[in-house]
């Protein structure tokens, strides 16, 4: 009897430990596992559909692999929601890490160049590349706020130099490959944003001065096929209408921990495809 009794008490102990944790799990933006001082798993409380709790006993542990180790450097181009991977202080606490530390524990690259313009779109960004092993490239969400003209595939691919999003897209392909003809690109589409005190429409969907955000996301396509890129979607796989608040640090354009995290692993797959061993 003694030994039934306390194998009752210790079930009860472990539920009542568990309904704890679950409850401050609810609250947090991210849960972690660390094994041994390592950390080995590191999710967004939204994104995990259960928790199986189990008394039998563990057939292996949580596999501690580090991160692939990737022989070339990134340089990073984009907007602020790029920039603010190395500018986390400004945000006030909103969120703890960029999108680009997040890929970074997947893909150790031997080095990361943040280009990212807080505010800008991307003409002002032709100028700004390093020379890299990798690129990626997150524009689009700033030139809709700007109403910057779309453009054609052909203003792109015939370097029209018109002022277009087109055109200076092609401006900036060019200036990544005067710095290095052997680059690897993965383009971004822009991830989905609305309101921000009227700099954006009311809903992602909404069209500002004639132009819709998926105008940019669909031109990138494009680009991406036309040139044999990757494409990370952050437009189609990174937040919709019903839950961009709840991703964001504002009402809606900037990520939080669970907005960045998506992307990261858009990211990162998508340039898994292009990394040489």
Sequence with gaps: MIGTERKIDMKKLFLFASAIVLSLAASAQSITIVQKGQEILSVAPSTVDEIVFSMDTPSGTVSTVGPQKVNGSWCSIGT??????????????????????????????????????????????VSRPVKADYYTIEHGINDWGHSTPVGTIDDYINNTNNGTFAADYRRLIDKIFSLNPNAKVVLCTPRKGYGFSGYLPGHWYDEKNGIYL????????????????????????????????????????????????MMANVLAKALEKIIVE
């Design 80 to 125: 602020s929601i790029t920039w603010y991977n190395n500018n986390v202080s400004a945000s006030n606490g909103r969120f703890t890490r960029g999108y680009q530390d997040r890929v970074m524990d997947k893909l150790e690259f031997t080095s990361l160049s943040n280009v990212g313009d807080n505010g800008g779109c991307i003409a002002a960004s």
């Design 214 to 261: 998926e105008d940019y996301a669909k031109l990138i396509r494009e680009i991406a096929e036309y040139e044999s890129m990757p494409v990370a979607d952050f437009f189609s796989l990174c937040g919709a209408q019903n839950n961009l608040k709840e991703l964001s640090i504002d009402d809606a354009l900037h990520p939080n921990d669970d907005g960045y995290q």
